[in-house]
Each structure stands twice: as C-alpha cells, then as structure tokens.
C-alpha cells in the first residue's frame, strides 16, 4: 500500500511538471521564436529540447502507472491465495467432522476461528450463507453425536454455501462460460443431492 501511494504521488508530482512545462513551453516557444527568427536553426533545437523533455515526463508516468497496475495485481493474487486457503481450511475441517461423526468443544473452537478467518477475506453472500449453515450445524450436533440423517442435512447446507464460495473465487470466470449462475448453483445442489441419495441406500 505505501508503494502504491507513493508511485501516485509520483504521477501527481509528474503530472503537474508536464503541465507547466507545456504552458512554460508554450510561453518560452513563442518567446524563443521572435528572438531566434534570424539565427540558424534555433528554433528547431528549442522544438527539440522541450518535445524530448515532455518525452521524458510521458514516459516516466508511463512506467509508474504500469508498476502501480503490476502492484495492484500483485495483491490482488496474493488475497485471493488467503481466501482460497481459508476456504479450503473450512471445508477440511467438515470434512474432519463428517467422517468421525462426533463432536468435540476443541471442534467448536476451531469453528469460532475459522468463522473469524471468513470475516476477515470471504464476500457478503458467503458470510451470509455462512450464517444459515453455522445455525444449523449448531443445531444437529448439540449432543456432539453426528447421525446419517443429520450428515446429510448438512451436506445440503454445505452445498449451498459452496455455490457462494465458488461465485466468490471463480464468479468472473463463470461469467464468461457457457452456463449461467443459476444452472452452476443447480449443478452443484443437484451432485450433492446425488451422493445424499446413494448414501441414504
């Protein structure tokens, strides 16, 4: 962040030389002209001299504006690294709870932080979502005992919250295939519902 406010500040700095050059050149051009009507080739050099010092100023704005954007993306992987791991964090740790079927006051601790870890990097629609699966998690495992049925309960919460994780992480990608939200969120619903099913045989 302090990189980025500096190169601005840099671009500002440059900005404002450019402009009195041009109006300090524009004055100082028509000033030259008179003056240097009869010398040789005088006044191609101060065309010369002020069109390589504006050169110059263009180009270094150039060159910080291209940093600014190679920052900018910098960070914006390096977020999307965190939430990713996050994310992934959680789900592991369902995953740990859904295949002992029991659980412990240290598992609900590590809830509480990993709920304070989402606050931190995951989109309003999934800390909304968020909410709806905590409640209900809460709810079919106050006797810390996981049954079949309530598992499958809440891998169906759990599906709903990955559709909002997935339009965070991937949401701009998934605009540019060929299927809408709509029919990736019904995709996802319906997989889950699939091996619900199979497990409940």
Do not use: C, W
Not at 30 to 57: H, M
Not at 126 to 136: I, M
Not at 144 to 159: D, F, G, Q, V
């Amino acid at each position: 962040m302090d990189q980025l406010l500096q190169i601005k500040k840099e671009n500002l700095l440059y900005m404002i030389i450019a402009t009195l050059l041009f109006i300090g050149g524009y004055a100082f051009l028509r000033y030259s002209y008179k003056i240097t009507d009869n010398l040789p080739f005088a006044q191609e050099i101060v065309l010369v001299v002020l069109g390589t010092i504006v050169t110059i100023l263009i180009t270094a704005i150039l060159l910080n504006k291209q940093t600014e954007v190679e920052l900018k993306k910098e960070e914006n992987i390096k977020f999307l690294e965190l939430k990713t791991d996050i994310y992934l964090q959680l789900l592991n740790y369902l995953e740990n709870i859904m295949l002992k079927n029991i659980t412990t006051d240290e598992d609900l601790i590590k809830l509480r932080f990993l709920t304070h870890k989402l606050a931190i990097v995951a989109s309003p629609d999934v800390l909304v979502q968020f909410e709806k699966f905590v409640h209900l998690f809460i709810q079919t495992t106050r006797d810390h005992r996981l049954e079949k049925k309530e598992t499958n309960i809440i891998s169906e919460e759990l599906a709903k919250l990955t559709v909002k994780i997935r339009a965070d992480l991937v949401g701009e990608l998934d605009k540019e295939s060929s299927f809408t939200q709509f029919q990736i969120s019904k995709q996802i619903l319906a997989n889950t519902e699939s091996l619900i099913e199979n497990n409940s045989h």
